[in-house]
């Protein structure tokens, strides 16, 4: 049985990752864990006198509770699955640190959440929330574009920098995702003319027994590469292997004339080199 972190601010990209998962894990046995995450300094006294009956916590939970109640009934009416189990949580704490004590807490497989999907600033991509869970989650995390709808997934696309030296363990990872969702993979490899030879042997030899397809490109910025692979292949999901918090900044400010929004039409999982 999987557990899967569903993520709610109760948005329209929010709800539409959440119908994403229903569809991408619908052969899976799987338990959702719907969490809510608010600050409480962003109640105000009126939430206190709602009912005088109630201790604090009822009173900050009671609203969202109800719609977080009201969703999972929309869940199990629309698909009907006996495979899922749904349980509901509302915390009030750093949003990060919310969702680490749940992955924690319910020994998490995988998180789901959306993004903006609007161009721009890595920040406005993604949302701050989403991205800092991308830095600061060590979980496998899908996310879901704004508005995108679930299709059959064949082809999944890892590509990798110059500083992805990646270990078998990691390898595994990502292999063992590929095969149990009966997916192609792609490996992309980007690295500077001079590293080559070098890189590629290594590549081959770590690949030696995975089923993929294996390309290079030299010379050019990593966003570019995947950029062009992605017009050129027909790609349902990215993976991306994230090494420290810094590499999504990276990523999608190297530069401000690009298409930010290329990347985002899919659905992206990340990877990251510890506790996946």
Same mark, same amino acid.
């Given at each position: 049985?999987?557990?899967?972190?569903?993520?709610t601010?109760?948005?329209?990209?929010a709800?539409? &990752?959440?119908?994403?998962? =229903?569809?991408?894990?619908?052969? *899976?046995?799987?338990? !959702?864990?719907?969490m809510?995450i608010?600050? &409480? #300094?962003?109640?105000?006294s009126?939430?206190?006198?709602?009912?005088?009956?109630e201790n604090?916590?009822?009173?900050f939970?009671?609203a969202?509770?109800k719609?977080?109640?009201a /969703?999972?009934?929309?869940?199990?009416?629309t698909? @009907? @699955?006996?495979?899922?189990?749904? *349980?509901? +949580?509302?915390?009030?704490?750093?949003?990060?640190? &919310?969702?680490n004590?749940?992955?924690?807490?319910?020994?998490?497989? !995988?998180?789901?959440?959306?993004?903006? #999907?609007?161009?721009?600033?890595? *920040?406005?991509?993604? #949302?701050?929330?989403? %991205?800092?869970?991308?830095?600061?989650?060590?979980?496998?995390? %899908?996310?879901?574009?704004? #508005?995108?709808? $679930?299709?059959?997934?064949s082809n999944?696309?890892?590509?990798?920098?110059?500083?992805?030296?990646?270990k078998?363990?990691?390898?595994?990872v990502?292999?063992d !995702?590929?095969?149990?969702?009966? /997916?192609?993979?792609?490996?992309?490899?980007v690295?500077?003319?001079?590293e080559?030879?070098?890189?590629?042997?290594?590549?081959?030899?770590?690949?030696?027994t $995975?089923?993929?397809?294996?390309?290079?490109?030299?010379?050019?910025?990593?966003?570019?590469?995947?950029?062009?692979y992605?017009?050129?292949?027909?790609?349902? =999901?990215?993976?991306?292997?994230?090494?420290?918090?810094?590499?999504?900044?990276?990523?999608?400010?190297? +530069?401000p004339?690009? *298409?930010? +929004?290329?990347?985002i039409k899919?659905? %992206?999982?990340?990877?990251?080199?510890r506790n996946?």
């Amino acid at each position: 049985m999987k557990s899967i972190l569903l993520l709610t601010d109760f948005s329209k990209s929010a709800t539409n &990752a959440i119908h994403y998962a =229903m569809h991408f894990f619908q052969a *899976e046995t799987c338990v !959702f864990h719907i969490m809510n995450i608010h600050k &409480a #300094g962003t109640f105000i006294s009126d939430d206190l006198m709602t009912s005088p009956s109630e201790n604090i916590y009822e009173s900050f939970t009671k609203a969202p509770k109800k719609k977080l109640n009201a /969703l999972v009934t929309d869940l199990k009416h629309t698909y @009907n @699955n006996p495979n899922h189990t749904f *349980e509901i +949580s509302v915390d009030f704490d750093v949003f990060t640190d &919310a969702v680490n004590q749940n992955i924690k807490a319910n020994a998490i497989d !995988f998180v789901v959440m959306g993004s903006n #999907g609007i161009t721009g600033a890595s *920040e406005i991509i993604f #949302g701050s929330n989403t %991205l800092n869970v991308i830095r600061q989650v060590m979980c496998k995390t %899908l996310v879901i574009p704004k #508005g995108y709808k $679930f299709k059959p997934i064949s082809n999944f696309l890892l590509p990798l920098q110059d500083n992805d030296a990646i270990k078998k363990k990691q390898l595994d990872v990502i292999n063992d !995702f590929t095969k149990h969702f009966n /997916l192609k993979l792609h490996v992309l490899r980007v690295c500077n003319k001079n590293e080559v030879k070098q890189t590629v042997s290594s590549d081959q030899k770590k690949l030696s027994t $995975f089923d993929c397809k294996y390309s290079v490109e030299e010379d050019v910025t990593f966003y570019q590469a995947v950029t062009a692979y992605l017009k050129s292949n027909s790609i349902d =999901m990215t993976g991306l292997i994230v090494h420290d918090k810094s590499f999504i900044k990276r990523f999608f400010t190297e +530069s401000p004339t690009i *298409e930010l +929004s290329k990347i985002i039409k899919s659905p %992206l999982m990340i990877f990251h080199t510890r506790n996946n």
